[in-house]
């Protein structure tokens, strides 16, 4: 067996992770049935570069040269995740079984409909702040020290490259005295 040192954890594939297989009442039984997202989630990413093919086919040639590459890299990669989910219930001998949602992960998709709202309403690093924080707490980020060092670069990267290299303006919301932009 590979040993990896405590700090190194993450770098170790997750076929190696123990718990990984095990069920979600923690007994050693192993529960290789793939979730309905492991399905879902390739044919949405698939049907997605299709949209963005189709739609970067209108533009001139150089301009939709990029967006062409990209979705065919990303149609070609879903593909291979499906196959590869596929793969994995062909072989199982078992059924997709239905994901429960948590409250958790109904609050993250409210909040990632609402994200775009509230940027109009309040601005953008007002709404990212609140939206990095509250969707990085959801997801199991319990350190607030880390918290809010990830969300102060996070935001201060996104400054640095948009509205220092590119110039690009940064929606300030109508609160605040902007425009309603739409």
């Known amino acids: 067996m590979l040993?990896?040192?405590w700090?190194?954890?993450f770098l170790k594939p997750p076929f190696l992770y123990k718990e990984a297989?095990?069920?979600s009442s923690g007994s050693g039984k192993q529960n290789a049935s793939p979730r309905l997202s492991e399905i879902l989630f390739p044919v949405f990413l698939m049907a997605l570069g299709a949209f963005v093919l189709i739609t970067s086919l209108k533009f001139q040639r150089e301009a939709g040269l990029f967006p062409i590459i990209v979705s065919c890299v990303e149609i070609a990669l879903s593909i291979l995740?499906?196959?590869k989910n596929h793969h994995a219930i062909r072989f199982s001998g078992t059924k997709t079984?239905?994901?429960s949602f948590s409250f958790k992960t109904i609050v993250v998709v409210i909040g990632v409909f609402l994200y775009p709202i509230f940027i109009l309403a309040i601005g953008f690093f007002p709404a990212s702040t609140a939206f990095l924080i509250v969707c990085s707490y959801l997801l199991g980020v319990r350190d607030l020290k880390k918290l809010?060092?990830?969300t102060v670069l996070l935001l201060f990267f996104i400054y640095v490259?948009?509205?220092v290299c590119l110039n690009i303006k940064f929606p300030i919301g109508v609160f605040f005295g902007g425009?309603?932009?739409?």
């Open 3 to 5: 040993k990896v040192g």
């Open 7 to 9: 700090r190194f954890q």
């Open 21 to 23: 297989f095990m069920n």
């Open 81 to 83: 995740l499906l196959l």
């Open 97 to 99: 079984k239905a994901e």
């Open 148 to 150: 809010i060092i990830l």
């Open 161 to 163: 490259v948009f509205a």
């Open 179 to 182: 425009e309603l932009g739409l």
